[in-house]
Nanobody
């Protein structure tokens, strides 16, 4: 079955950087797009980055220029590099299988941006 395991979350100061990883298994990774979403307490889950199976990327304006999604098909892994982090980036971050609209999710990893 599809399994997605995120890692790399933690506490970071405003202006800092963090890289999240998501290792996928149970399906042909290179055939699917992958996405990162986040959900803050009391808010809806929102997309922060998506990469197609061919490498096209999409970001909302709120993170464009600060977040970078990438994938390594040899490692079945998708990454989210985050820099210039802001307190409003604090959320649980989820990896999902699929371009823009995932059909499977990981368990999430918490990112807290605070001084």
């Amino acid at each position: 079955q599809v399994q997605l395991v995120e890692s790399g979350g933690g506490l970071v100061q405003p202006g800092g950087s963090l890289t999240l990883s998501c290792v996928a298994s149970g399906y042909v990774f290179r055939s699917y797009g992958m996405s990162w979403f986040r959900q803050a307490p009391g808010k809806e889950r929102e997309m922060v980055a998506s990469v197609s199976f061919s490498g096209n990327t999409r970001y909302p304006d709120s993170v464009k220029g600060r977040f970078t999604i990438s994938r390594d098909n040899s490692k079945n892994t998708v990454y989210l590099q985050m820099r210039s982090l802001k307190p409003e980036d604090t959320a649980a971050y989820y990896c999902g299988r699929g371009w823009l609209s995932p059909d499977s999710w990981g368990q999430g990893t918490q990112v807290t941006v605070s001084s």
